[in-house]
C-alpha cells in the first residue's frame, strides 16, 4: 500500500493541452474515484500514473518517489482495463498466474498466493476453467485476481464494469467494495457512472474539460456542490436550476413567488441561480418557490417524481407516492431552506 500524489500534472499532445495541472493526494488505503464526461480527462490521468502516457509536466509520486520517469512494471502498480484482458487458451489459473511472470518467487509460493487470492475472490472451484466457461462477471474476476496477485502499491481501476450489465455492474460494485474493505490496497478508480462513484468511493474526484472540479467524499459533493456543474453532474435526475434574485435574505422568484433564505454572508443581493435537488422540492402551499403544472410522472413506489412545466423551464420534484397530484393539475412547490444552493449566475461558483 502506498499515497499517491499528483503534482501540477499537465498533458499535451503537440500544442493542445488536455490536462491543466491536476493536484491531488490520495491517501494509503484510500479508495478515489474519477468521474465525470467523456473527454474530461480522467482516463488520461490514470494512464499517467500508470506510465502508459508520457507526463508533459509536474510529478506523479507513489509511495513517496517520483516515478514519472519509471516504466510502468517499476512503478509497483496493477491496472485493471475496461476489456478483460484475459487470456481464453490459458486456464483462470494461467490467467492469474501470468501477473506473477517477473517474480522471483518460488513456484509453492507463487501456487500459494494464487489460492489465497482465489479464495478472496470466490473463485477456488473456478481454477481449472477456461474463461469462455465463465461469466462476464467471473472473467472480471479473474483481471482483478490477474492484479491482485502481485499485491501492488496501487490498484487503477479504468471503467471496468462498463461491459457488465445493469445486474452484475450492481454485483461487481459491491464485490470490488468488499475487496478494497478486506485487502486495504489504495485504489484509484475511473468511471463515467456518477452512480459507481457515489456508492464505491472513500472520495470522489470530479474532471471537466481537464481540471477538477471538485474533491470530497459522497456526502460533500452530493449535499455540498462546489458549482453548478458538480450539482447538476451528481445526482439522479439532477438538480434543478432556477433563475432568481436574492435581496435581504430573501429569493424573489420571476414569478413574484419569495422565501426566506436567511443571512447569507457572502451576496446580500443580486441576480442568483438557485439549486435544489427533486428530493427536496416537494408539493406545498405555503412559502412555495414555484408553481406550474404537472406535466408526466413517474411512480417509484413509495415516492413519485413530478415533472412539472413553470415559467422557468421544466423541473422535477418528489410527491407522495400513495397520493400524488394528477397529470395537468397545477402544484405549487416548495423546500427547506436548508436544502438550497445558491450559486453566482455568472461563474457558477456556489455562494452558499
Same mark, same amino acid.
Given at each position: 500500500m502506498?499515497?499517491?500524489?499528483?503534482?501540477?500534472?499537465?498533458?499535451?499532445y503537440?500544442?493542445?493541452?488536455?490536462?491543466?495541472?491536476?493536484?491531488?493526494? =490520495? *491517501?494509503?488505503?484510500?479508495?478515489? /474515484?474519477?468521474?465525470?464526461p467523456?473527454?474530461?480527462?480522467?482516463?488520461?490521468?490514470?494512464?499517467?500514473?500508470? %506510465?502508459?502516457?508520457?507526463?508533459?509536466?509536474?510529478? #506523479?509520486?507513489?509511495?513517496?518517489r517520483e516515478?514519472?520517469?519509471l516504466?510502468?512494471?517499476?512503478?509497483?502498480?496493477?491496472?485493471?482495463?475496461?476489456?478483460?484482458? #484475459?487470456?481464453?487458451? +490459458?486456464?483462470? @489459473?494461467?490467467?492469474?498466474?501470468?501477473?506473477?511472470?517477473?517474480?522471483?518467487?518460488?513456484? !509453492?509460493? @507463487?501456487?500459494?498466493?494464487?489460492?489465497?487470492?482465489?479464495?478472496?475472490?470466490?473463485?477456488?472451484?473456478?481454477?481449472?476453467?477456461? !474463461?469462455?466457461?465463465?461469466?462476464?462477471? $467471473?472473467?472480471?474476476?479473474?483481471?482483478i485476481?490477474?492484479?491482485?496477485?502481485?499485491?501492488?502499491?496501487?490498484?487503477?481501476?479504468?471503467?471496468?464494469?462498463?461491459?457488465l450489465?445493469?445486474?452484475?455492474?450492481?454485483?461487481? &460494485?459491491?464485490? #470490488? @467494495?468488499?475487496?478494497?474493505?478486506? /485487502?486495504?490496497?489504495?485504489?484509484?478508480?475511473?468511471?463515467?457512472? $456518477? =452512480?459507481?462513484?457515489?456508492?464505491?468511493?472513500?472520495?470522489?474526484v470530479?474532471? @471537466?474539460?481537464?481540471?477538477?472540479q471538485? /474533491?470530497?467524499?459522497?456526502?460533500?459533493?452530493?449535499h455540498k456542490?462546489?458549482?453548478?456543474?458538480?450539482?447538476?453532474?451528481?445526482?439522479?435526475?439532477? +438538480?434543478?436550476?432556477l433563475? *432568481?434574485?436574492?435581496?435581504?435574505?430573501?429569493?424573489?422568484?420571476?414569478?413574484?413567488?419569495?422565501?426566506?433564505?436567511?443571512?447569507?454572508?457572502?451576496?446580500?443581493?443580486?441576480?442568483?441561480?438557485? %439549486?435544489? &435537488?427533486?428530493?427536496d422540492?416537494?408539493?406545498?402551499?405555503?412559502?412555495?418557490?414555484? $408553481?406550474?403544472?404537472?406535466?408526466?410522472?413517474?411512480?417509484?413506489?413509495?415516492?413519485?417524481?413530478?415533472? /412539472?412545466?413553470? !415559467?422557468?423551464?421544466?423541473?422535477?420534484?418528489?410527491?407522495?407516492?400513495?397520493?400524488?397530484?394528477?397529470?395537468?393539475?397545477? =402544484?405549487?412547490?416548495?423546500?427547506?431552506?436548508?436544502?438550497?444552493?445558491?450559486?453566482? &449566475?455568472?461563474? %457558477?461558483?456556489?455562494?452558499?
Open positions: 502506498a499515497q499517491l500524489v499528483l503534482r501540477n500534472l499537465v498533458k499535451r503537440g500544442a493542445t493541452e488536455v490536462l491543466h495541472g491536476i493536484n491531488l493526494d =490520495v *491517501a494509503d488505503g484510500e479508495f478515489v /474515484v474519477f468521474v465525470g467523456s473527454g474530461c480527462g480522467k482516463s488520461t490521468t490514470l494512464r499517467m500514473i500508470a %506510465g502508459l502516457e508520457e507526463v508533459s509536466d509536474g510529478v #506523479i509520486e507513489i509511495g513517496g516515478v514519472n520517469h516504466e510502468p512494471k517499476e512503478r509497483d502498480i496493477a491496472m485493471v482495463f475496461q476489456n478483460y484482458a #484475459i487470456y481464453p487458451h +490459458m486456464s483462470v @489459473k494461467k490467467n492469474i498466474a501470468f501477473g506473477l511472470r517477473s517474480s522471483k518467487m518460488s513456484k !509453492p509460493d @507463487k501456487d500459494k498466493r494464487i489460492q489465497e487470492v482465489a479464495a478472496i475472490l470466490g473463485m477456488t472451484d473456478l481454477l481449472e476453467r477456461k !474463461p469462455n466457461q465463465l461469466s462476464g462477471g $467471473q472473467r472480471q474476476r479473474v483481471a485476481g490477474r492484479a491482485m496477485v502481485r499485491d501492488p502499491a496501487v490498484f487503477l481501476f479504468d471503467e471496468p464494469l462498463s461491459n450489465d445493469a445486474q452484475l455492474r450492481t454485483q461487481m &460494485r459491491l464485490e #470490488i @467494495k468488499k475487496l478494497h474493505q478486506r /485487502v486495504g490496497n489504495t485504489i484509484v478508480f475511473v468511471t463515467h457512472d $456518477q =452512480v459507481e462513484a457515489m456508492t464505491m468511493a472513500d472520495r470522489i470530479i474532471m @471537466k474539460d481537464g481540471h477538477i471538485q /474533491v470530497g467524499t459522497p456526502d460533500e459533493v452530493y456542490p462546489a458549482n453548478t456543474f458538480v450539482a447538476r453532474f451528481i445526482g439522479a435526475p439532477s +438538480m434543478n436550476m433563475d *432568481a434574485e436574492l435581496s435581504e435574505g430573501r429569493v424573489i422568484m420571476p414569478e413574484g413567488l419569495s422565501f426566506p433564505m436567511g443571512p447569507t454572508a457572502e451576496a446580500r443581493s443580486g441576480r442568483i441561480t438557485l %439549486g435544489v &435537488r427533486p428530493d422540492l416537494v408539493p406545498r402551499e405555503t412559502d412555495a418557490l414555484i $408553481q406550474g403544472k404537472v406535466t408526466v410522472r413517474e411512480p417509484l413506489g413509495a415516492e413519485t417524481l413530478i415533472y /412539472v412545466d413553470t !415559467p422557468g423551464g421544466e423541473i422535477v420534484a418528489k410527491a407522495d407516492g400513495r397520493n400524488p397530484p394528477s397529470v395537468g393539475e397545477q =402544484v405549487r412547490l416548495g423546500a427547506d431552506p436548508d436544502n438550497l444552493h445558491v450559486f453566482d &449566475r455568472e461563474t %457558477g461558483m456556489v455562494v452558499r
